[in-house]
């Protein structure tokens, strides 16, 4: 099969499937509904207790994160059911191709909803808050937005890579979600500066206007994409050793 043919086949995959296809879209509708939701009750007031309005913009983010990971662990997680991935590998045999197709289609799809996630948060929230909304002219903001997108995107790849090699969505997210909404802090709480080098918090210095700390907002970002680039490595181990 032609690598186009590949491509095509993987997206036909994540329509098809209704766990992949409605956690693709629960990273938009997480995001819309947590922000509307926030928005509408406590915007406004929040925005004149005053704090980071950018940061501000882009709390849905930490929802929107664990739609994207169970995005990168059902697509993969599917090839593992019903010995899918044997059939995929004897239409696609060259592994490499099947495994690059596979990330690529995770992170094309990622980035989409990722950015629209990201701006529609940032324009939906500041449209509740009046005279204290803020523009993607603000310092910091367009750069959020677009990061915003990218950390999601880091986090899909990361939950795919991490499925590869443990071949479970279940294993993978009982793994990531604990680690993301609770370990992250405990560890930030014990071994402080250690913990910014953490997937999850080094991306997200990029939704600051004025980043704290030794990481800046690109380089934080930065992280996180090489944590998704090692878990996708130890996937594609996983894929190149292991029988089907």
Known sequence: MSVTSVLHSECIKIRS??????????????????????????????AKDGGDPVLGAFYAINFAQI??????????????????????????????????AKTTVVAAAGLVVGLAAAFT???????????????????????????????LTAMAL???GLTFLLRSAVAVLSLLVPFVLIVSFVVGDIAGGAAAWLPDRAGQQILHQDPAGGLGPWTGLAVSLLWAAAALLAGWWAVRRRDA
Do not use: D, N
């Not at 899918?84 to 690059?100: D, Q």
């Not at 523009?135 to 367009?142: F, Q, Y």
């Open 158 to 160: 990361f939950a795919a």
């Open 17 to 46: 499937v209704r766990a992949s296809f409605g956690s693709l879209l629960a990273v938009f509708a997480t995001t819309l509904a947590i922000t509307l939701l926030v928005y509408a009750t406590v915007g406004r007031a929040e």
């Open 67 to 100: 739609a994207a990971m169970a995005f990168g662990a059902t697509v993969v997680s599917s090839e593992y059911t019903g010995g899918a991935l044997r059939i995929s590998l004897s239409a696609v045999p060259r592994r490499g191709l099947f495994y690059a």
């Open 121 to 151: 948060a940032f324009l939906v929230g500041q449209a509740f808050l009046g005279p204290y909304a803020i523009g993607l002219g603000e310092r910091g903001a367009l750069r959020a937005c677009v990061g915003a997108g990218i950390y």
